[in-house]
């Protein structure tokens, strides 16, 4: 159940600034599915630690901060 609630923190810090799935999909130049699928750890689907240095940088958070 915990891997389920992974990117719980990476969540809220995107409703916090009131980003979107698909503007951090878009930023990182990722498929707006292909995010939603590992944000929601669909099928053991994860983020790539290039992906999540991406969107750290994105969202300018440090990547301790949720991962």
């Known amino acids: 159940m915990i891997e389920n609630k ?3 923190v990476l969540k809220s810090i995107l409703v916090k ?7 951090i999909a878009d930023g990182i130049g990722m498929d707006r ?6 944000i929601n750890r ?8 290039q992906e999540a240095l991406r969107i750290s940088n994105l969202i300018d958070t440090p990547i301790d901060d949720f991962f």
């Open 17 to 23: 600034k009131g980003l979107s799935q698909g503007e």
């Open 42 to 49: 669909h099928a053991g689907r994860d983020f790539t630690l």
């Open 33 to 38: 599915s292909t995010f939603n699928i590992k």
């Open 6 to 8: 992974r990117y719980a």
